[in-house]
């Protein structure tokens, strides 16, 4: 894994990074690259079309003598913020893969934190999931050096950055594995490691405990399956807790859509239904390894969804944990199912705050597309509290409404609620009524993250596949939770 350095300015090395705003307006260290360099620059940045947008790097040889082997000016576009420094640490990461010492001078730029959201792209951008190829490719950087004024500060800011990218990397693995490979006792194991690794407190309800247990919703999408189910619950527990935080994740291993089966091409990213529990996962971890004082409750019922000779069939009757009775009519509806255990068991604890992630609706996936999740809460402060976690991680969040109205197209002939509308319009904010019905009197934020929990192209600090969106919102908000 890559080392964070401080640097002097006479260092260096194999390649010297420097920021360069749009219409090649230098950063900080870029004057000093092109006098190191000499020459035509200008024309070597028109062959290679760098402009200093965002997303653009220009590798350019140094002359025999030069410091650096070679410099990367690296684009930041017109307006820096932690964002776009981030996704430029991403870009440059692509770029200089190869090598094994990177330099740069990012830190001095104009923009608070920009060493440690530099760091962070740069990182999460090496990423890979290759343990299933035969000839794998990992990337070679061993060091990134902060060169220069400052660069000791730097390095200890891009220090503090190693809990949430740890965290969303394992998120990531998760996801990215196969569900063959991940089944819910696999999962529940990866559970235990965490735990095991950071002290946590650590239960695993098996099928033969459901009963007495009450989680009647989570034992009904699991009886199609083949392979057991498992709830999960897991406890952070620090001396002197400052806040008390709840975290549920959806952990649907595979969702085929159970005896409503989905049409094939929709079942192909369908081991990603995970994700919500992945999330919870990754976040316990980073919030742990920081040591922040919150207690923090970590929840993941975790199935699959299959159509089974026992399945749920459309039409029955299950009584999730909280005793509100569901009528199934569309077995593909599970995630809210297994939710409804999950959020009635964190509810019981009465945290000052419940946050639950899944991936719940393809019609939140339409809504707002691949790389916005979208939020919905019962309290107007905590959605705020989450939406200003997430404008510093650059996970973007949309709060969506959750109208009182809407709930009654949910009203049952025979039981207390059931699963879908039966309409075509408003599936997320119908889900997220649902899931409302389980949370009792608590402060509830209810996150939809179908869309940018796996990310769809390579860009920046985001690499194809499971993105790990939401671990590092998690950590932000417990870092602001904890403050009291
Ligand atoms: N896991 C899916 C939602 C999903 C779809 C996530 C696409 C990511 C990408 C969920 O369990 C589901 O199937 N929801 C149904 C609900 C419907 C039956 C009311 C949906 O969104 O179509
Ligand atoms: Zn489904
Ligand atoms: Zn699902």
């Known amino acids: 894994m890559v080392e964070f350095k401080a640097a002097t300015e006479t260092a260096g090395g194999a390649v010297l990074a420097v920021p360069v705003f749009g219409d090649r307006i230098w950063g900080p260290g870029a004057e000093a690259a092109a006098d190191a360099i000499g020459g035509d620059l200008d024309g070597q940045f028109d062959i290679a079309k760098f402009s200093g947008k965002l997303g653009q790097v220009a590798i350019i040889q140094g002359p025999a003598g030069a410091p650096f082997t070679t410099y990367a000016f690296v684009g930041l576009g017109d307006e820096a913020d932690s964002e776009t420094v981030r996704q430029a640490g991403g870009w440059l990461a692509r770029s200089v893969s190869r090598l094994e010492e990177v330099s740069t001078t990012i830190h001095l730029i104009d923009v608070e934190g920009a060493a440690a959201a530099f760091a962070e792209g740069f990182v999460l951008a090496l990423y890979r999931f290759d343990k299933y190829r035969s000839e794998p490719e990992p990337a070679k950087v061993e060091t990134l050096f902060f060169v220069g004024e400052g660069a000791p500060a730097a390095k200890q800011a891009a220090d503090a950055v190693w809990p949430g990218i740890l965290g969303a990397m394992l998120t990531r693995d998760l996801i990215n594995e196969p569900a063959n490979a991940k ?9 235990a490691e965490v735990a095991e690794e950071h002290s946590l407190r650590i239960r695993v309800y098996e099928p033969n405990e459901f009963a007495e247990e009450r989680f009647g919703a989570l034992a009904g999408v699991a009886a199609g399956a083949h ?19 709840a975290l549920v994740g959806k952990g649907i291993v595979f969702d085929s859509g159970g005896l409503s089966l989905k049409p094939a091409a929709s079942m192909e990213d369908m081991k990603t239904d995970m994700s919500g529990a992945a999330v919870m996962f990754g976040a316990m971890k980073a919030i742990a390894a920081s040591e922040l004082p919150i207690k923090v409750l970590g929840i993941a019922p975790i199935t699959e969804n299959m159509p089974g000779g026992g399945a749920t069939r459309p039409g029955d009757v299950l009584i999730p944990r909280n005793g509100t009775s569901i009528e199934v009519l569309n077995t593909d509806a599970e995630g809210r199912l297994v939710l409804a255990d999950g959020l009635s068991l964190a509810a019981e604890h009465e945290p000052d705050l419940i946050v639950d992630i899944a991936t719940l609706t393809g019609a939140c996936h339409v809504a707002l597309g691949d790389k916005i999740a979208g939020l919905w809460s019962n309290d107007q402060e905590a959605a705020d509290q989450v939406l200003k976690a997430s404008a510093r991680t650059g996970e973007r969040l949309w709060q969506m409404p959750l109208p009182a109205d809407y709930r009654k197209a949910m009203d049952s002939d025979i039981a207390d609620i059931k699963n879908i509308s039966g309409g075509r319009y408003g599936g997320a904010i119908h889900a997220a009524l649902f899931l409302e019905e389980f949370v009792g009197e608590n402060r509830w934020v209810h996150l939809d993250i179908a869309g940018p929990a796996r990310w769809t192209e390579e860009e920046h600090y985001q690499r194809k596949g499971g993105s790990g969106f939401g671990v590092r919102t998690l950590l932000a908000l417990a870092e602001d939770m904890s403050r009291g």
Do not use: H, I
């Not at 392979?227 to 935080?245: G, I, Q, S, T």
């Open 227 to 245: 392979n057991p189910a498992r709830m999960v619950e897991m406890w952070y527990e620090p001396e002197d807790p400052k806040a008390f935080l």
């Open 183 to 191: 089944s819910p006792v696999t999962l529940a194991g990866v559970a």
